[in-house]
């Protein structure tokens, strides 16, 4: 049975990552070949839950690399591969980077991204993102950079983009606004939304309600609702005897405008959590009480870029 949950590897394509709770998960020693083998596992184990979707980024460190490696080894062709493009992964695979990721949406950018995604994922890919768009992004009076991703589109490959920050209800407003002769660019969005940042679901609905496929991402606020939930997350996983992320996972599914709801564990037991959530359908009682918890844009962005790299 196929579930609506999707797998994110951010957590485990890089030895550094945002995500509270994830050390723990992940082997004592971060090499190459332990995430390797950590990101192999987590992909058997997802695909056995029926977990049909899995997004990576060119930034995410060598996840695109472990990904193609393991549809190579196991040979499954009925999963959605979704990618981004726009920041490239500069951590020389090091804890203390100082530098982790990189932003440029330019076309010279999506060119090479483009052809690294292709040659680790060959066909594998059926949507192409551009990463964490702002309203302020380049892109949007970029037109030889909209006429690429259009003839990329009409090749049959979707293209979306995903979006971070306090404004993301503008950007996907503006996003879907971009036309290609005559033809609406993006086909997808890919946004935060959880119940501490919950401002972007008007216009995630609208844009689901046109015709566009949505996903959101940071369901559990980067481990946030996981290791250190607020009392109405807690309340209600007490009430029903499971635990806090799956609560909020079963929030985010509860969304009728949410076409895929990711998560990106470290690990399996993290993984085996989260599935949970498919088995909780949460009561209008308790979706009321667990709306009370979400903090203004602004606090909950600064909140977020200040998590340390670990």
Request: hydrophobic share 45%.
């Amino acid at each position: 049975m196929v579930t609506a949950i999707g797998l994110g590897l951010a957590a485990v394509g890089r030895p550094a990552y945002i995500n509270l709770g994830r050390v723990a998960e992940l082997p004592a020693q971060r090499s190459v070949a332990a995430l390797r083998a950590v990101t192999h596992a987590l992909l058997d184990q997802a695909y056995a839950a029926g977990i049909r979707h899995v997004d990576v980024a060119r930034s995410y460190g060598r996840a695109e690399e472990f990904l193609g490696a393991w549809l190579a080894e196991r040979g499954h062709r009925d999963l959605v591969v979704s990618s981004k493009w726009g920041y490239a992964y500069v951590g020389d695979w090091r804890l203390d980077a100082p530098v982790h990721e990189v932003k440029e949406h330019s076309a010279e950018r999506f060119r090479a991204q483009w052809r690294e995604s292709r040659s680790l994922l060959g066909e594998a890919i059926s949507l192409y993102q551009v990463h964490s768009l702002t309203a302020d992004s380049p892109l949007f009076t970029d037109r030889p950079l909209l006429d690429e991703l259009a003839a990329l589109a009409d090749s049959g490959v979707r293209i979306g983009f995903s979006t971070s920050g306090p404004r993301q209800s503008e950007t996907i407003r503006r996003a879907f606004e971009l036309e290609a002769s005559g033809v609406r660019l993006f086909s997808a969005v890919q946004s935060t939304w959880n119940l501490l940042e919950p401002s972007a679901a008007g216009a995630l609905a609208e844009a689901h309600a046109a015709g566009a496929r949505v996903l959101l991402k940071e369901t559990l606020a980067n481990g946030r609702l996981a290791v250190d939930p607020p009392a109405a997350v807690v309340e209600a996983a007490t009430a029903r005897g499971g635990t806090p992320d799956a609560i909020a996972l079963a929030a985010a599914m509860a969304q009728p405008w949410a076409d895929v709801v990711l998560t990106g564990p470290a690990g399996s037991s993290q993984l085996a959590g989260n599935l949970a959530a498919e088995r909780i359908a949460l009561t209008n009682t308790e979706r009321d009480r667990l709306s009370t918890i979400a903090e203004p844009p602004a606090d909950y962005w600064a909140r977020r870029a200040a998590l340390p790299w670990q």
